[in-house]
């Protein structure tokens, strides 16, 4: 497997393992076959597992396959989605967070911990939920005076070797932690040829990854590609139900040419997909979500396949399919 270069983690290898699918987010698989697929993860040549406490099974499943004996040469993510609690809470918050997921995974130490949250600019308004806000986004001033301090006190700790954010929230705030002064060691990006960001999108701004990537490359931020099948829309297939007006949903729709483009190449759309996910630049490793070796398999393939050709590229670009 080729590899990537992740800043303070080094080399790792392109393909990442996702939580999602191990932990039976993106439709079901049982413990059994997730423990399989995390090992068969590992003896396949990945050395990177993203997790997080709200990948439902995720860590604990973790826990159990590995029982803290994991290969010295895999390393571990974890994430926790802050919100804006109270000034005075969120390095308690943040702590509690690691120490839970270490004593379920069974370990002493994160290697890379993300802030889950959309970072927003003070008196943002969310176009989806805003509500609750306070939930999911992590107001700018928190990030810069209570989190960054927060997230430099666990490293002292030895709780975790760096931290990063996930670029998921109003595409200029993500900007603006890229450029500010006391930068993430790492960035997890949207990396498909939608360009999109399904349901997990709450702001009402157009999606900017591709910006988000330039800026990432600008600030030697590395760059984590996730969600290069944009939650099944990009495969030939979903596989759960959704409703019409769910964005994910919707998203399928809208990529039939792409999977009519790619039948007519003699190829799997999910393929196709990370392949184009892959071949974007600025990301070193794209983050997987698959939920059983049947899935796996298709991925590593795909990646031993290589970066799409220009050709296949600019077909795919060409058929309009982005905002």
């Not at 990442?16 to 932990?23: A, R």
């Not at 157009?206 to 490359?217: D, E, G, Q, V």
Request: glycine letters at 10%; hydrophobic letters at 40%; one cysteine or more.
């Amino acid at each position: 497997m080729q590899s990537g270069q992740l800043g303070p983690l080094g080399s790792v290898s392109r393909l990442t393992l996702g939580g999602g699918g191990i932990g039976q987010v993106w439709g079901p698989t049982s413990r059994e076959e997730a423990a399989s697929t995390l090992k068969a993860a590992v003896e396949a040549g990945i050395d990177l597992i993203d997790t997080a406490p709200m990948y439902l099974n995720c860590e604990s499943i973790f826990g159990e396959t590995f029982q803290g004996a994991l290969p010295g040469h895999v390393r571990v993510t974890s994430k926790c989605d802050l919100g804006s609690p109270p000034r005075d809470e969120v390095r308690t918050r943040l702590e509690t967070s690691v120490r839970t997921s270490l004593a379920t995974m069974k370990l002493e130490k994160i290697d890379l911990f993300f802030l889950h949250s959309n970072i927003a600019a003070e008196g943002y308004a969310f176009a989806h939920g805003n509500d609750r806000r306070d939930q999911f986004s992590t107001r700018w001033d928190l990030y810069v005076d209570e989190v960054i301090p927060a997230f430099e006190h666990l490293k002292a700790l030895g709780l975790i070797g760096a931290w990063g954010i996930t670029g998921i929230g109003v595409p200029q705030t993500v900007i603006r932690a890229l450029d500010h002064g006391e930068k993430p060691q790492a960035v997890q990006v949207i990396a498909n040829l939608l360009d999109s960001a399904g349901g997990i999108r709450r702001y009402a701004e157009p999606a900017a990854p591709r910006s988000i990537l330039a800026s990432a490359k600008e600030n030697s931020v590395p760059v984590l590609g996730i969600r290069a099948v944009q939650a099944g829309a990009l495969t030939a297939q979903l596989d759960r139900e959704l409703s019409p007006n769910h964005p994910d949903r919707k998203d399928f729709e809208r990529a039939g040419r792409y999977r009519d483009l790619c039948q007519g190449w003699g190829e799997d759309p999910a393929d196709i997909a990370h392949r184009y996910a892959l071949s974007m630049d600025g990301v070193e490793t794209l983050i997987l979500g698959v939920k059983n070796r049947k899935e796996l398999s298709s991925a590593l393939e795909a990646e031993a396949a290589g970066p799409l050709e220009a050709a296949q590229l600019a077909a795919i670009d060409g058929l309009g399919l982005r905002p």
